[in-house]
């Protein structure tokens, strides 16, 4: 384990070294002088046409707009342009806009580079599920410098959207329902995506989306509306927007949906009051594809003219694919409905971007062809991301550890996904490929199994449809296996965008399949590929192992193949609670206690709590979770006072021994529970996690430091303060953990 830390590590550092060689000396003027002499050139249409982002049609990621971008580009009306990836392309789209535009301005090319550009990584979900914060960054740096050398200056990504209702198909591509975990993760993200210098040629602008709340839409609908109060906004969705400001990131991107009646696109509280006022976000704000015409169906804007004015107004920048700046701006300001000054501003946001990037010094510094050849697929950057998926998958259930498999025994591999090599990449998978690149369980397996007669693959059944007539050949197949894998889950667009499902059960016959195979007797491993919670209560109860591998991205199949067999030890932790049955959605662990908490089994006498009647109230598998190959045991739990002031730290520390027959990693969690507030506090709080290795027999201690500035929060003058009291902390390795100790804040 160790060696391969230190290979990614020095992974990470070259990705750094390398880029430094291609860093010129800047031969223009500095950034503010450079930009103020360009904007005394130009005209008002010039300023206007950088607020336009038209989409190429590389890809499609929305409704497709009226407006030719090839015909825009040559009236020069646009500053960037979407979807269009490749040395080739962007060079040929960036000489049209040179060659046709009076002063020149380069465009800016963006891409929904989420997991991966080529190289893909595991859904964002699932890096999530990792808790490794250099795990994370690596893949962002990784999609970086991929994407650099294809011709992309910025990505739509980190996704931070705090989310709790996995009916929500985008709960895929953020970083599950904890605040705390997800500010961590969206800097990390940042971090890896721009480095710390932009004018390196392997590091690409961020955008932090999508602002805000937009995964909090109602009943788990995708674009539905969002309601709540400042309190929880702040609290609970901000800070990992926030997060992303103070790791630097250059870009934001306005979300879908209302807050509490108003359209974010067009929200002047949130854009230009707590992003550019309070947080002094000094980057620039796109809206999301077609997001500003979309406050005329909202109910907010009367016609494209209003909708541009109310977007220019509460603070966005650029229209994405929307049209609207383009062709009413110029209309608005002449009737004072906006300022120059809001222009010029929205425009010197977005040339400052293009400063940094080094693109007026060379429009063509991402335009090596050699270097796209070079960079893209290296060998170490796809070890990496088999690295990252390995660290990925979560252990959910292992009865008589009949995981990990010996290969001396006999294994039938079946279920839809087990020779999947199109949707094991998930969604938003940028241009990764599709067909045959990535690698499929069946070809990982076939890796480390060279004695073909232990192993076989047979479908069975599909993912949705209910076709029968390959089950009886899987059935055969699993009769004369020792052991039984189950490879199942969604297609990968069953998740991501416009992808809520009511039922978020294994879809089509895959259950009835595994009770076929159940009624065989033979132990049944289900591998699970998907890209949300699902409901398994069936499943826990009835298959005898279940590994959650989200979307494993392009080395996926060697990842689950090598945990299978315990190449690799499982170390992921649930980033979002499992629930039993949709009824109990939303379910999160850290939910306030009510006048009447549920307190379990032992209160289901007690008719006037607040439960379910018809179902065992707990999720099924709850945020934090994951088990391991190995054991850990914790003991020796001490805090060093139980009781800090305001100015003082309390140190808690714990040790952690592996006790069982493997090396492992194990992500020790700490949560707090401030117990009496001005306004009610959540049952738990994460508040810190470290991800320790242990070889067998190994114990080590961890230790925590906790102060008042973790335990602040929005009162009830909505101050973000810490209030004195009586407090628990408690540390384990998932958020059910029962080892507490108490401590006092006194003033
Ligand atoms: C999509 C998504 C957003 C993405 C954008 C550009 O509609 O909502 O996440 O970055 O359009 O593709």
């Known amino acids: 384990m160790k060696f391969k830390a230190v290979l990614l590590l020095l992974l990470a550092s070259s990705l750094t070294v390398n880029a430094q060689k291609d860093k010129k000396k800047s031969q223009i003027k500095p950034r503010k002088e450079f930009i103020s002499e360009l904007m005394a050139k130009m005209t008002i249409d010039e300023k206007i046409g950088q607020l336009v982002q038209f989409t190429a049609d590389g890809t499609i990621t929305g409704p497709v707009s009226g407006d030719?971008?090839?015909?825009?580009?040559?009236?020069?009306?646009?500053?960037?342009?979407?979807?269009?990836?490749?040395?080739?392309?962007?060079?040929?789209l960036q000489k049209m806009n040179l060659e046709n535009s009076r002063l020149k301005i380069p465009l800016l090319f963006g891409y929904d580079v989420i997991h991966g550009y080529r190289t893909i990584f595991p859904i964002t979900l699932g890096e999530s599920a990792s808790w490794d914060l250099k795990a994370v960054e690596l893949s962002a740096k990784i999609a970086a410098a991929e994407a650099a050398a294809g011709g992309v200056h910025w990505t739509f990504a980190p996704m931070v959207d705090i989310a709790r209702d996995p009916r929500w198909g985008r709960v895929s591509e953020g970083a599950g329902e904890d605040t705390y975990l997800g500010s961590k993760l969206a800097f990390a993200r940042v971090r890896g995506f721009q480095g710390t210098d932009l004018s390196l040629n392997n590091t690409i602008l961020a955008c932090t989306k999508h602002f805000a709340a937009y995964g909090a839409a109602e009943a788990g609908r995708d674009y539905n509306t969002v309601d709540m109060s400042e309190r929880v906004l702040r609290e609970t969705y901000l800070p990992p927007f926030k997060a992303t400001v103070?790791?630097?990131v250059r870009t934001f991107m306005t979300s879908f949906n209302e807050i509490s009646g108003v359209p974010a696109t067009g929200n002047k509280f949130l854009v230009n009051g707590i992003l550019k006022d309070e947080w002094k976000f000094d980057g620039f704000v796109v809206t999301d594809y077609t997001g500003m015409n979309e406050m005329i169906p909202h109910g907010f804007a009367k016609d494209e003219k209003h909708a541009g004015e109310l977007a220019l107004n509460a603070g966005v920048d650029m229209d994405m694919v929307g049209g609207i700046y383009m062709k009413q701006l110029k209309k608005s300001l002449s009737e004072g409905k906006v300022t120059e000054a809001q222009i010029n501003d929205a425009c010197r946001r977005i040339l400052e971007a293009k400063y940094d990037l080094g693109l007026f010094e060379d429009p063509y510094r991402y335009n090596d062809a050699k270097r796209e050849k070079e960079v893209i697929y290296k060998k170490e950057y796809l070890d990496a991301a088999l690295d990252v998926a390995n660290k990925s998958l979560v252990l959910l259930k292992n009865s008589n550890n009949v995981l990990p498999l010996k290969k001396e025994q006999k294994v039938a591999f079946v279920g839809p996904l087990v020779s999947d090599e199109f949707n094991i990449i998930g969604s938003?998978?940028?241009?990764?490929?599709?067909?045959?690149?990535?690698?499929?369980?069946?070809?990982?397996v076939n890796k480390i199994i060279t004695d073909k007669s232990k192993i076989s693959f047979a479908k069975g059944v599909e993912i949705v449809d209910a076709k029968r007539d390959m089950i009886q050949n899987a059935i055969n197949n699993a009769k004369n296996a020792d052991v039984i894998v189950a490879v199942m889950g969604e297609f990968e667009n069953m998740s991501g965008e416009a992808a809520s499902r009511t039922n978020i059960d294994l879809p089509g016959i895959q259950k009835e399949f595994l009770a076929e195979l159940k009624k065989l007797g033979k132990p049944i491993i289900l591998v699970l590929l998907n890209g949300?919670?699902?409901?398994?209560?069936?499943?826990?109860?009835?298959?005898?192992?279940?590994?959650?591998?989200?979307?494993?991205?392009?080395?996926?199949?060697?990842?689950?193949?090598?945990?299978?067999?315990?190449?690799?030890?499982?170390?992921?932790?649930?980033?979002?609670t499992f629930p039993r049955n949709v009824g109990q959605i939303p379910i999160y662990y850290n939910h306030k206690n009510t006048g009447r908490p549920y307190l379990g089994t032992a209160d289901n006498e007690q008719k006037y709590k607040s439960r379910y009647i018809d179902v065992d109230n707990s999720p099924l598998y709850e945020f934090g979770y994951g088990l391991s190959y190995t054991k850990f045991s914790?003991?020796?739990?001490?805090?060093?006072?139980?009781?800090?002031?305001?100015?003082?730290?309390?140190?808690?520390?714990?040790?952690?021994?592996?006790?069982?027959?493997?090396?492992?990693?194990?992500?020790?969690?700490?949560?707090?529970?401030?117990?009496?507030?001005?306004?009610?506090?959540?049952?738990?709080?994460?508040?810190?996690?470290?991800?320790i290795f242990l070889?067998?027999?190994?114990?080590?201690?961890?230790?925590?430091?906790?102060?008042?500035?973790?335990?602040?929060?929005?009162?009830?003058?909505?101050?973000?303060?810490?209030?004195?009291?009586?407090?628990e902390v408690f540390v384990g390795g998932t958020s059910a953990t029962t080892m507490k100790l108490e401590f006092e804040l006194v003033k």
């Open 68 to 92: 030719n971008y090839i015909e825009q580009i040559k009236k020069g009306n646009v500053g960037s342009i979407l979807n269009a990836t490749t040395v080739k392309y962007t060079a040929e």
């Open 246 to 248: 103070d790791a630097g």
């Open 428 to 444: 938003w998978a940028a241009s990764g490929d599709r067909n045959g690149f990535a690698v499929s369980v069946e070809e990982g």
């Open 532 to 576: 949300r919670p699902l409901t398994l209560e069936w499943e826990d109860k009835n298959m005898d192992a279940i590994l959650e591998a989200w979307w494993p991205g392009t080395r996926g199949g060697d990842a689950i193949a090598q945990t299978l067999y315990g190449i690799n030890n499982p170390s992921g932790k649930l980033p979002m």
């Open 634 to 691: 914790y003991s020796n739990f001490k805090v060093s006072s139980n009781q800090i002031n305001f100015s003082q730290k309390l140190k808690a520390t714990v040790e952690i021994a592996n006790t069982g027959n493997y090396d492992g990693e194990e992500v020790v969690q700490l949560y707090i529970h401030d117990k009496v507030g001005s306004v009610t506090r959540p049952v738990k709080e994460l508040k810190g996690f470290q991800k």
């Open 695 to 727: 070889k067998k027999g190994e114990k080590k201690t961890v230790e925590f430091e906790i102060s008042a500035e973790d335990l602040k929060f929005y009162g009830i003058d909505m101050q973000f303060a810490a209030e004195p009291g009586d407090f």
